[in-house]
């Protein structure tokens, strides 16, 4: 068997969670990556994008939680769309990461990142 990666980076998005209840009601813009571990084999020897991971349908399923949803904590959206991509995709691993680059916290940073790894 062998194990195909097909990754999605930095979707950017405008999206409703966080801790406090002005986050959840102004919004703010999430960067999210999604990393998919398959075995792609026969879409490969086949040459058949019906047997591969469609990209557009997995970045629709992050757009539609992302947008859609509200969430307090960033690591239950992570993993909503982890699991989400694992069974509606047959992956046999998601890595799922997303930035906040506007972060309130009274200091200097980036961004804060969450990161989930889920598994068939």
Do not use: C, W
């Amino acid at each position: 068997m062998a194990e195909y990666r097909i990754s999605l980076e930095n979707i950017s998005l405008y999206g409703y969670h966080g801790a406090s209840a002005n986050e959840r009601e102004l919004g703010q813009r999430f960067e999210i990556d999604v990393d998919i571990i398959a075995d792609l084999s026969e879409a490969v020897a086949t040459d058949d994008m019906k047997k591969t991971v469609n990209y557009e349908k997995v970045y629709r399923l992050v757009e539609s939680e992302v947008v859609n949803e509200k969430y307090h904590l960033l690591e239950a959206l992570a993993d909503k769309i982890a699991r989400d991509v694992v069974k509606e995709f047959g992956a046999l691993e998601v890595v799922v990461r997303i930035r906040k680059p506007s972060v309130p916290i009274a200091g200097s940073i980036d961004f804060v990142e969450v990161e989930v790894v889920h598994s068939a």
